[in-house]
Structures are given as structure tokens and as C-alpha cells.
């Protein structure tokens, strides 16, 4: 079983920043061997790729509305990946979820293992 725990939403005003969690954990989850992602999903819309990291953390893909914004990190030793958020429009407001799998992938329906997901909103 894993668990994947996001924090660090909020509210914040248009041009702002947060940097979002995903701890994971599970007795038999090897972390650094998993793809890592980020997901959002704002209400009435369907959930959409936000960005992702490999397992070995030198290769990370955005989507075309956050990059150049947004920054995903993730530190093998404490099981967690960050999500930088900079120059943030109202746009971005969403629930925003983690997910964990074997295998990179934009198709949020492909990935094992999901948070419960952290809400963003953004006032302008």
C-alpha cells in the first residue's frame, strides 16, 4: 500500500507563489524508483497533468500552461517531491494531487497512485 500526502495550498493573491508537498510512504514503496506527478483538477473540468519528475529526478515535463512557473523537485532521501508554484494567475486555482508510478505518463487514468489532493486558489 502507498500513501501519497500533499500540503501546502492556500489561498494566495494573482502574482503569488506557493510550494506544495507529496510525502509518500508504504512499507513496500521504493520511492526513487517511481515517476512522480502532479495533477490539478478545477471544479466542473476534468483533471489535467500539471508536470513530472522520472524516478531519477534529471528529467521533469510541464504542461505548456504552468511552465516557465512551475518547478517540480524531489528529494529520494525524504520520500517527498515539491511543486514550485511562481506567477500565479487565477487560472491555476484547483485541487492539485500528487500520483506515483512505475512509469511516466500525461494520462492522469495511467498512474497507480494518487493523493488526496491540496486546494490552490488564486484571487486576482
Known amino acids: 500500500q502507498v500513501q501519497l500526502v500533499e500540503s501546502g495550498g492556500g489561498l494566495v493573491q494573482a502574482g503569488g507563489s506557493l510550494r506544495l508537498s507529496c510525502a509518500a510512504s508504504?512499507?513496500?514503496?521504493?520511492?526513487?524508483?517511481?515517476?512522480m506527478g502532479w495533477f490539478r483538477q478545477a471544479s466542473g473540468k476534468e483533471r489535467e497533468f500539471v508536470g513530472a519528475?522520472?524516478?531519477?529526478?534529471?528529467?521533469?515535463y510541464y504542461a505548456d500552461s504552468v511552465k516557465g512557473r512551475f518547478t517540480i523537485s524531489r528529494d529520494n532521501a525524504k520520500n517527498t517531491m515539491y511543486l514550485q508554484m511562481n506567477s500565479l494567475k487565477p487560472e491555476d486555482t484547483a485541487v492539485y494531487y500528487c500520483?506515483?508510478?512505475?512509469?511516466?505518463?500525461?494520462?492522469?487514468?495511467?498512474?497507480?497512485?494518487w493523493g488526496q489532493g491540496t486546494q490552490v486558489t488564486v484571487s486576482s
Open positions: 508504504g512499507r513496500t514503496f521504493s520511492f526513487s524508483t517511481y515517476a
Open positions: 519528475s522520472r524516478w531519477s529526478g534529471d528529467s521533469t
Open positions: 500520483a506515483a508510478d512505475r512509469l511516466l505518463n500525461l494520462a492522469p487514468r495511467a498512474w497507480d497512485y
